[in-house]
């Protein structure tokens, strides 16, 4: 490009104005009182703000924040205002219309006379925080049936056996598994076997307790997982769920679906993996007997 087709560059200002996130110094004396003395830029952050009240004092819009936002900021300016260190935190701003955009935040402390300032930036991550919950979601989610898979069941059992040793309360599990899914497969096809896999999955999810948590494993294997329940009680809702089931008309008349369980209950103490196998055990020994039955494991 010839010299002269160079465009000159902005100067401060323009350049404040045509960033996609708003520049700022916030303040907050020792006595709490805050405000955002210097608040310029582009982007949507601005959108909806009084920056004259802000100024003067944003005690009041702060408190506003969504849900749990205004303590975790709080906490985070406390924490950086102490040992004066950055602060990087990201909230939830509500817009006109009922919109809610996510704000990254991230300043620069120094202590002043009278209380702290800041120095930073805040942007608008929305889309980045959308595409995070789409790749959390992919990676905790079967993607046929949308139940949890088995990285999500294991991180959620792993904590209910750690509350379980703690406080002494029980835990249990089934292992699910469709009987003959091979044939059903070959007479049907498998565009039919899916469907009768993600009905199965809507169908359990309304069958068991809020509390509980029912994942898919792969292939017809399922595993349940439930807080404060004795291998006796998960033994008598997976006989009312396998009734349920074999009853129900998936598409293929009555009674051509019909599941094997297997339950167990967790041991104080125990690996994950011995609880899991005796509840695989128990499977075994449904299927040993006939299908269509529960088995358990003390």
């Known amino acids: 490009m010839p010299v002269n087709e160079i465009p000159l560059s902005l100067n401060a200002e323009q350049l404040i104005q045509k960033m996609p996130g708003v520049v700022f110094q916030f303040y907050r004396t020792h006595d709490g009182h805050m405000a955002f003395p ?60 009922h919109k809610t955009r996510w704000i990254a935040v991230s300043a620069t402390p120094e202590p002043t006379y009278l209380g702290v300032r800041w120095s930073g930036i805040m942007m608008d991550i929305s889309d980045q925080v959308t595409e995070e919950h789409r790749l959390r979601k992919l990676c905790n989610t079967d993607p046929l049936t949308e139940l949890p898979n088995r990285r999500k069941l294991m991180v959620h059992l792993t904590n209910l056996a750690s509350l379980s040793s703690r406080h002494g309360t029980p835990l249990s599990i ?13 007479r049907w096809g498998h565009l039919q076997g899916d469907d009768v896999l993600k009905q199965l999955a809507t169908l359990t999810q309304s069958l068991l307790r809020s509390e509980d948590m029912i994942a898919r494993l792969g292939g017809e294997e399922f595993m349940a997982v439930l807080p404060l329940t004795s291998v006796k009680q998960c033994h008598q809702l997976a006989d009312r769920l396998r009734s349920f089931i074999a009853q129900y008309d998936f598409g293929l008349g009555t009674g051509q679906v019909t599941m094997s369980i297997g339950v167990a209950e967790y041991r104080c103490g125990e690996p994950l993996m011995n609880l899991i196998e005796r509840a695989d055990q128990a499977l075994y020994n449904a299927k040993d007997v006939g299908r269509d039955c529960v088995c358990h494991l003390p």
């Open 174 to 186: 089934m292992m699910l598994d469709i009987d003959h899914f091979k044939q059903l497969n070959d």
């Open 38 to 97: 210097f608040m310029e830029g582009g982007g949507m952050v601005l959108t909806d703000i009084d920056r004259d009240q802000l100024a003067d004092d944003a005690n009041a819009a702060l408190e506003q924040l969504t849900g749990a936002d205004f303590p975790k900021l709080m906490s985070a300016i406390e924490r950086s205002a102490r040992w004066m260190l950055p602060l990087t935190t990201r909230f939830r701003l509500a817009l006109s219309g």
